[in-house]
C-alpha cells in the first residue's frame, strides 16, 4: 500500500538524541526525504537520499536507512528542533507520498 | 535569493472553483518540476500533484484527480492550481514547492495559501 507509517510523537531531552522512524512498502525500495516543519512555518528539507544533508542543516541531523524503514536522527538535540518531521517517498514512479508526521518534542 | 509566494487562497463556497499562483524568482522556473501540497488545519502534509518543467507531464494524488488541474506559464514565472467542485474537506493552506533536480521530489516550498471551502 501507498503509506509511510512514522509514530505521532518522540520526546527527547536537551542534547540526547532523538530518532523518528518511517516504514511502509514503497520506502522499501525508494529513496526516502525528511522535512522539518516548525508552527507557522513551511516544510524545510532536512535530508533527501536516505542520508544527504542539504548545505545549512546542522550536521547534527542524519538519516539512515535499514531494510524497509528509514530514520532521522537528530544527535544532541537542541531546544530550536522542536518541530514536526515528515518523511516523503514516491509511491510508484509518478506519485508520491507523505507519512503522517511525528511532533519532536525537546524537554 | 529563490522565493515562491503563492495567491489565490480565500473563502468559497462548495462546488465553486478557485485558482490558485505561484509566483517564483531567485531560480531559473523553467528548468525545474514543481509541485503542490496542502496542509489541513492541524493535520499533516499531502501531496498533491506535479508538473514537469515545460509542463508536459502532470500527475496527480488519487484524492484530486479529475478535480484539481496543475499548469504552468513560464514565461510568467508562475505555477498554478485550478481547484474545481470545491468540498469542505479541501479546507487547508496549499503551498507550492521546487522540484529538486526533475526527479518528482521537492526541496524549496513558499509560505502557502489558505482555501476555506464553507456554505
Known amino acids: 500500500s501507498f503509506e509511510l507509517t512514522q509514530p505521532s510523537s518522540v520526546s527527547v531531552s536537551p542534547g540526547q538524541t532523538a530518532r523518528i522512524t518511517c516504514s511502509g512498502d514503497?520506502?522499501?525500495?525508494?529513496?526516502a526525504r525528511w522535512f522539518q516543519q516548525k508552527p507557522g512555518q513551511a516544510p524545510v528539507l532536512v535530508i533527501y537520499?536516505?542520508?544527504e544533508r542539504p548545505s545549512g542543516i546542522p550536521e547534527r541531523f542524519s538519516g539512515s536507512r535499514s531494510g524497509a524503514t528509514v530514520i532521522l536522527t537528530i544527535s544532541g538535540a537542541q531546544v530550536e528542533d522542536e518541530a514536526d518531521y515528515y518523511c516523503?517517498?514516491?509511491?510508484?514512479?509518478?506519485?508520491?507520498?507523505f507519512g503522517g508526521g511525528t511532533k519532536v518534542t525537546v524537554l | 535569493q529563490m522565493q515562491l509566494v503563492e495567491s489565490g487562497g480565500g473563502v468559497v463556497r462548495p462546488g465553486r472553483s478557485l485558482r490558485l499562483s505561484c509566483a517564483a524568482s531567485?531560480?531559473?522556473?523553467?528548468?525545474?518540476?514543481m509541485h503542490w501540497v496542502r496542509q489541513a488545519p492541524g493535520k499533516g502534509l499531502e501531496w498533491l500533484a506535479v508538473i514537469g518543467y515545460d509542463g508536459s507531464y502532470k500527475f496527480y494524488a488519487d484524492s484530486v484527480k479529475g478535480r484539481f488541474i496543475i499548469s504552468r506559464d513560464n514565461p510568467k514565472n508562475t505555477l498554478y492550481l485550478q481547484l474545481n467542485s470545491l468540498r469542505t474537506e479541501d479546507t487547508a493552506l496549499y503551498y507550492c514547492?521546487?522540484?529538486?533536480?526533475?526527479?518528482?521530489?521537492?526541496?524549496?516550498w513558499g509560505q502557502g495559501t489558505l482555501v476555506t471551502v464553507s456554505s
Open positions: 531567485g531560480f531559473t522556473f523553467s528548468n525545474y518540476g
Open positions: 514547492a521546487k522540484d529538486q533536480d526533475n526527479d518528482w521530489n521537492p526541496d524549496y
Open positions: 514503497v520506502v522499501a525500495s525508494k529513496y
Open positions: 537520499k536516505d542520508t
Open positions: 516523503y517517498s514516491a509511491a510508484d514512479n509518478n506519485l508520491r507520498v
